[in-house]
Nanobody, 118 residues
Framework: QVQLVESGGGLVQAGGSLRLSCAASGRAFNTLTMGWFRQAPGKEREFVAVISWRNSNTHYADSAKGRFTVSRDNAKNTMYLQMDSLKPEDTAVYYC???????????WGQGTQVTVSS
């Protein structure tokens, strides 16, 4: 079992930045592929970014490319999402997720609210 705890959400003005963190426990962090997802009010949860366990390769949703950066610190069992040039449409609850190796995302955090004001 993997436990995930997000932090770093908050209220920011459009154009501002936030850094989200996701602390993992319960399994060797370097065996986990980690991802960020988000869910806006009235919308389905959507993929934001992923960073692999094998070589820290990253992949982003089109909406995140060029503005968001996902990273991980295996020594701290933590993944990060640096979000720059934030837009009101980035407002959502952001969730951290973990997959064992190249498997499916089976473990989820409780979410952290990000609100971007115009």
């Amino acid at each position: 079992q993997v436990q995930l705890v997000e932090s770093g959400g908050g209220l920011v003005q459009a154009g501002g930045s936030l850094r989200l963190s996701c602390a993992a426990s319960g399994r060797a962090f370097n065996t986990l592929t980690m991802g960020w997802f988000r869910q806006a009010p009235g919308k389905e949860r959507e993929f934001v970014a992923v960073i692999s366990w094998r070589n820290s390769n990253t992949h982003y949703a089109d909406s995140a490319k060029g503005r968001f950066t996902v990273s991980r610190d295996n020594a701290k069992n933590t993944m990060y999402l640096q979000m720059d040039s934030l837009k009101p449409e980035d407002t959502a609850v952001y969730y951290c997720a973990a997959a064992v190796g190249d498997g499916q995302f089976n473990f989820w955090g409780q979410g952290t609210q990000v609100t971007v004001s115009s």
